[in-house]
């Protein structure tokens, strides 16, 4: 059997911290030799990326044989099972921030291209990128959907200074949420403010 391949499609106008921090984890989840990136337009993203796995500048639907792909859409109208991946070459998830409450911009951006492609969802609550990666690595080796233990909103808390609560699914490894520890540090720490500044200033 050929190795199915993770593909993420980027499709934010910015590659920002919280994506790259996300990307990046999915590649320690998967291993680099079995991600891709596509629809990565520009330079500067592309050598980043590039340290986390294989990068294309087109779009997965031209890259891909429709027939041998499943997309990872939250408004799909069935599940994923262990059996939906037999004859796939890959699997293609949104490399889309969470919106709150979720605008289907999975649907909108991704899941149009491939009008004749298997289509799964993966439970009704968003999952972060590199979470809803996981959830289809463990269904690819035969781990049934309803096997997967999810945390439903996430709370961390923040260097003694309240809390900041992430409204999406992450589902447990190890009986923990399984979410990016740089992403973590990250929203944490007084650097997230900074930046928050640096953008409302438009220097970012
Ligand atoms: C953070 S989600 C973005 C979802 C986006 N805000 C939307 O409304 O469609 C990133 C990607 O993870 C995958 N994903 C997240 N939750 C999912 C779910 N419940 N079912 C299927 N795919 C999911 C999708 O491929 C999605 O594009």
């Known amino acids: 059997m050929t190795k199915l391949i993770f593909v993420i499609e980027h499709l934010e106008p910015e590659l920002g911290k919280w994506l790259i921090f996300e990307y ?3 590649s320690e989840i998967v291993g ?9 337009k520009k330079t500067g993203e592309w050598q980043l990326l590039s340290r986390f796995g294989m990068v294309e500048e087109k779009s997965a639907a031209e890259i891909f044989n429709h027939g041998k792909v499943i997309i990872l859409d939250p408004k799909a109208e069935h ?3 262990p059996e939906d991946f037999a004859g796939k070459e890959a699997v293609i ?21 491939f009008p004749k492609a298997m289509v799964r969802h993966i439970g009704r609550w968003q999952f972060s990128i590199d979470g809803a990666v996981y959830v289809a690595m463990l269904v690819s080796e035969g781990t049934p959907l309803e096997a997967i233990p999810v945390k439903k909103g996430l709370t961390l808390k923040l260097n003694g200074h309240g809390e900041v609560y992430l409204p999406y699914a992450y589902p447990l490894r190890d009986g923990k949420p399984l979410i990016s520890q740089r992403l973590v540090a990250y929203l944490c720490s007084n650097e997230i403010v900074k930046d928050e500044e640096r953008l409302l200033k438009g220097e970012l």
């Open 93 to 113: 998830v949104g490399g889309i921030l969470g919106d709150h409450p979720p605008k289907g911009r999975t649907r909108k951006l991704l899941t149009k291209r």
């Open 79 to 81: 599940p994923l099972k």
């Open 24 to 26: 990046e984890h999915v």
């Open 32 to 40: 680099k030799d079995r991600l891709m990136f596509t629809n990565v």
